[in-house]
């Protein structure tokens, strides 16, 4: 009978079941967690009560007394915060008259208030952030609230830092983008929340995969608000380089930003990147350096920092011939022949089936052939390059076709019969060609 009888009286009061009554001021006049007598014997009811309903997801009869709990002993219990907001997010989202779900969210929105007010001395970021989150959930294309959603989640992230949660960081991000979008905040500043926010985030990313994924949805987010330019980036950038060109972190915040934007021949960039390398040389930052300069087709610079980069320790044969292979190339591309040729004979001494380095070491024989002094003297070159292409599709089939087609179009370049006679040559004899190319070849005369 006496849960029938209640039952009666909370239907009583259906039609009123989410608008918030005028609060009571008992608990909170007096201080006192549930209030005095009475006061208290209520609260206690009342608490028990909705918590009942609430934990059978009965959120129709446990609003009253959760409502009574609210306005009269507000201090009572956080958890009764945590359930409204629970309760009021279900109600907002079952409602379709817009003037109510105003009302609804401005009730949530005030409970957020009160959390803050009773509980916020430790927790006000965390609740903060949750605030933010809600409010743009639910008005998000109301500018005044998007203005008020980012100023709540910029204050918790200062608060939590690395105890910030990842839908905090995420919706911070959008907010900050959709302020710019608006004409609200500059690029600048949203590159600033960037920053901070990555910076956080990239602390956390081996302690759980949540934050990889938030990194690459805040990432995808920033890259296709299209405020991420060179210009931007120098703009943010620029009037700080001075003051923090000797701070690593700074630095490679400048390098991070202009490779995820491809602003990597950027002078800044350039600039950040040697500076980087004053602070932290290493075999790595120098060929990261080199593979730059070669973008800017500064060869003698890229050359200059690949030789320090082969000459690094604590790197891999594979590696270290790959980057001998670059420093051929870069050395061809600077005219010194004789420095490719003998940069191409160590990418293979580490890699002996590198096929791109038998033909690059080919190509710079070649190119070395103004040296050896006459005509017939420079034609041997294509003898011993013949010899190189030939050994490259043997070790590295991936490099035949390109082999082939060296050979057949070098064949018209070998001296003919006659220069072979003359100097008491036949095909198949072993000729020495000199030079730095150095080595020894067979005789093939051009028919």
Known sequence: ?????????????????????????????????????????????????????????????????????????????????????????????????????????????????????????????????????????????????????????????SLQKNKS????????ISASITLNQKGKIDDSQVIEDYFMVTEIIDQLLDKSSRWPRAKDLIDDNMIGSGILTCDALNSYFEPQFEANKTDKTFLENVIRFYDASDCDRADLYVAASEQMYKIDPGPQSAHQLAIMFMRKNDFPTAAKYLKMAVL????????????????????????????????????????SNYGKA??????????????????????????????????????????????????????????????VFFRDLKDGDSYQVKGCINERTTVRSRK
Not at 165 to 172: H, L, Y
Not at 312 to 340: H, M, P
Request: neutral net charge; glycine residues 6%.
């Open 312 to 351: 690094g320790q604590d790197i891999d044969n594979e590696t270290r011939a790959e980057w001998f292979y670059e420093l051929t190339v870069v050395s061809a591309a600077n005219k010194d022949y004789c420095d490719a040729i003998a940069y191409a004979a160590n990418a293979i001494a580490y890699k």
């Open 165 to 172: 949660r990842d839908a905090t960081m995420v919706t911070f």
């Open 1 to 157: 009978m006496k849960t029938l009888a209640l039952k009666t009286i909370l239907l009583t009061v259906m039609s009123l079941l989410y608008v918030l009554p005028a609060i009571s001021q008992k608990g909170i006049e007096d201080g006192s967690k549930y209030g005095k007598g009475q006061d208290s014997i209520n609260c206690i009811k009342n608490l028990s009560l909705y918590r009942e309903f609430f934990k059978h997801n009965n959120y129709k009869d446990a609003i009253q007394p959760w409502r009574k709990v609210f306005g009269e002993c507000p201090a009572a219990s956080e958890r009764m915060y945590v359930e409204g907001i629970t309760m009021y997010r279900k109600a907002i989202e079952s409602s379709s008259v817009p003037e109510r779900t105003d009302e609804l969210i401005d009730t949530m929105l005030l409970i957020y208030d009160r959390r803050i007010e009773y509980y916020g001395s430790k927790g006000e970021g965390n609740i903060l952030g949750r605030k933010g989150i809600d409010l743009l959930r639910y008005r998000n294309t109301d500018i005044e609230a998007v203005e008020d959603a980012y100023g709540y989640l910029k204050r918790s992230i």
């Open 358 to 419: 038998y033909i690059a070491l080919g190509d710079a024989i070649i190119a070395s052939r103004d040296n050896l002094g006459s005509d017939f003297e420079k034609r041997t070159a294509f003898w011993v390059a013949a010899d190189k292409y030939t050994k490259a599709k043997s070790v590295d089939p991936s490099v035949a076709a390109d082999a082939n087609k060296k050979l057949n179009d070098y064949k018209a370049q070998y001296p003919n019969h006659e220069e």
